[in-house]
């Protein structure tokens, strides 16, 4: 478990030191990128269940941005396999429902659950590698005071930032209490179910007494409940981020509305 919290900061800190890394996508305007990650999931998610080609089509997006920024997409896809499992148990009854034969390869009946399958899978990896490349090329922070600027509640924006600051509160202080378990167990593995109870009690009220002590922090630095602005924040809107944000909605959206894969696929027939 220790090595496994470990890796979870190690994962966090890569992606905000990843965030401070200069290439023509992290020298955009986050409002832009943002903007743009949100047309990509409205366009890709409405795509029918049926159109398995078309959103194959949607995966040029993560690939191209991510060579954009200079970031690994293997690094990408990796990381967002961490939500295979749910998509999986949520499109698997699919399987069992929709038998209704589609199409055939060589002996193989390929059915519509099949299909609808695929697609739940898809859609959920595309949504996940399209986010992370948002969060590594933007940082959590400037995501965060994005949605404020344009217009979303700061109350809003401020509650998601605490939501992963938090996150490293509670796996610092799960390390903490790990390290001093394990001093005093004696090379013990297995542990009953109160034992279990009473740590998970224990790490609840640690990690509240640790969250007041930074907000008084906050507060006594003059925190009035909006993300102030940061050092590598883009003071204005340029041209680069209006030509990032009308082609990339422009392609989608084209890719959505003119099936571009079937029109293709009909005029080789």
Known sequence: MKNRLQHVLCE???????????????????????????VFLVTML?????????LLAFAVFPIVTAAMGGLNFG???????????????????NLFYDREPVFRIGTVVVTAGWVSFLSII??????????????????YY??????QRLGLPSVFTTQLL?????????????????????ARSF????????????????LLIRTFERAELISRAMLA????????????????????????????CSALLLLRLFHPVETLSTLIR
């Open 142 to 147: 400037r995501l965060c005071r994005s949605m």
């Open 75 to 93: 690094t990408v896809f990796r990381r967002s396999l961490i939500v295979l499992p749910l998509v999986a148990f949520v499109g698997v009854f």
């Open 122 to 139: 898809l859609r959920g990896l595309l949504s996940v590698q399209a986010l992370l490349i948002l969060i590594s090329s933007t940082g």
């Open 187 to 202: 090379g013990r593995r297995s542990y009953p179910l109160k034992v279990w109870g009473t740590l998970v009690g224990q």
């Open 162 to 182: 605490f939501v992963y600051r938090y996150l490293y509160v509670l796996i610092e202080e799960a390390l903490a209490m790990r390290r001093a378990r394990d």
């Open 46 to 54: 409405s795509v029918p269940l049926s159109r398995l080609s078309e």
């Open 12 to 38: 966090l800190d890569a992606m905000e030191r990843t965030a401070r890394m200069r290439s023509p996508l992290h020298a955009l305007d986050a409002r832009a990128k943002l903007l743009v990650t949100v």
């Open 221 to 248: 630095r003059g925190f009035t409940g909006r993300i102030p602005a940061d050092i590598f924040e883009s003071p204005a809107w340029k041209m680069r981020d209006t030509v990032f944000l009308a082609a990339w």
